[in-house]
């Protein structure tokens, strides 16, 4: 029993790791993003797409491209 509960969590994290680790483009998640901001009703926002590292003002609200690029948000 113990044996088959081992197995099923490391079943389950190789699936959930590899999950993660997916790249997903930054025009469909930053798409996805700005969807939900408009459905919480905010009509005036920039969304940037820039590189990991780079300083930048705003909120990082997502990572893409295997988190070699982040999404920045600023409202207004």
């Known amino acids: ?3 088959l509960m081992v197995a099923a969590l490391v079943v389950g994290l ?3 790791g590899y ?3 997916q790249r ?3 025009g469909e998640l930053k798409g996805e993003i ?3 901001i408009k459905a919480n009703g905010v009509e005036k926002f920039t969304l940037d797409i820039v590189d990991a590292d780079a300083q930048v003002d705003g909120k990082v609200v997502g990572t893409c491209d295997g988190g070699t690029k982040k999404i920045v948000y ?3």
């Open 1 to 3: 029993m113990v044996r």
């Open 34 to 36: 700005e969807a939900k």
């Open 14 to 16: 190789g699936l959930s």
């Open 74 to 76: 600023k409202r207004g």
């Open 24 to 26: 997903k483009d930054c």
């Open 19 to 21: 999950a993660w680790a």
